[in-house]
């Protein structure tokens, strides 16, 4: 989408759940075009291996880690964007858990789990991020996912905290206007992150074979006939949060190979 390698000079990105998946193809795609890269993670390990696969490429990233439905985490990592970068243009949230069950299933602490981080850890980040955000008159981009418009069966928390992300978004869009921010979210389908190879072991064997041939089988419910990968998101959220998309604000933008245009049922077959 983005021709110019260094459309992002000067600018400093926060990653939320940047050290890993989608958010570390969101990480590596700015940082490839010259964005300055706060890369965040759970945990110090997988974000001080991003940071240095962005540095190996070329590009400038530091690290910060810690769990992101803690307000403490969000004030750490945006005061690590200005003191070493010396400003916050954008932030992207890709942090996100996934529980399976449904309303009776669900324990009441994992409800309460994934809503801690699929959205009071976004709502953090952007709480701490906006005052930076608004001088710059940057942007934010949340990460969603086409189950907040389509659900499979037995996600219901999952499914319930990405349409508040939607939400969420909207309010965003709506409210920083004013200050020149721009606000969109991203519906992804099936993506080659930890979190989908978890799955697919949880619906298989579980041996490596098996986990391939699942993720290829859930690759052909997308009209494109495979699942992305997470760079693939990057180039969507680098899109939104630049220039090109000057006028895009509260809305959703599906990066889903297709899955939600179509209809679940064929036609029937011709004799």
């Known amino acids: 989408m983005i ?3 260094r459309t992002y000079a000067g600018r400093v990105v926060l990653v939320t759940g940047g050290s890993q998946g989608i958010g570390q193809g969101v990480a590596e795609v700015l940082a490839a075009r010259g964005a300055s890269v706060v890369v965040h993670g759970l945990t110090q390990d997988y974000v001080d291996q991003t940071v240095a696969l962005i540095r190996e490429a070329g590009g400038t990233a530091v690290g910060t880690w810690g769990p992101i439905d803690d307000p403490e985490t969000s004030r750490r990592a945006v005061a690590l964007a200005v003191t070493e970068f010396g400003r916050l243009d954008h932030l992207v949230t890709a942090a996100g858990i996934q529980r399976y069950g449904d309303a009776v299933s669900t ?13 009071r850890g976004v709502f953090l980040a952007a709480h701490s991020a906006l005052p930076h955000i608004r001088e710059a008159r940057g942007t934010i981009t949340i990460i969603s996912s086409v189950q907040a418009t389509a659900t ?19 309010a965003l869009a709506v409210d920083e206007a004013a200050y020149g921010v721009r606000v969109n979210s991203i519906a992804p389908g099936s993506v080659d992150t930890p979190m989908l190879r978890h799955s697919a ?7 490596p074979d ?3 041939s699942t993720l290829v089988t859930w690759g052909r419910s997308h009209p494109l006939g495979r699942i992305a990968q997470p760079r693939e998101l990057g180039e969507a959220v680098a899109f939104l949060a630049s220039d090109a998309a000057s006028f895009v604000t509260g809305t959703e933008l599906r990066v889903d190979g297709g899955l939600l245009a179509q209809l679940g049922a064929a036609l029937p077959a011709k004799d």
Request: proline share 2%.
């Open 210 to 212: 098996a986990i391939e």
């Open 107 to 119: 324990p009441i602490e994992t409800w309460d789990e994934v809503f801690a981080v699929n959205v």
């Open 3 to 5: 021709s110019d390698s």
């Open 152 to 170: 499979q069966q037995s996600v219901v928390a999952y499914t319930a905290s990405k349409g508040a992300l939607n939400a969420l978004t909207r």
């Open 201 to 207: 072991a949880m619906h298989s064997e579980g041996t």
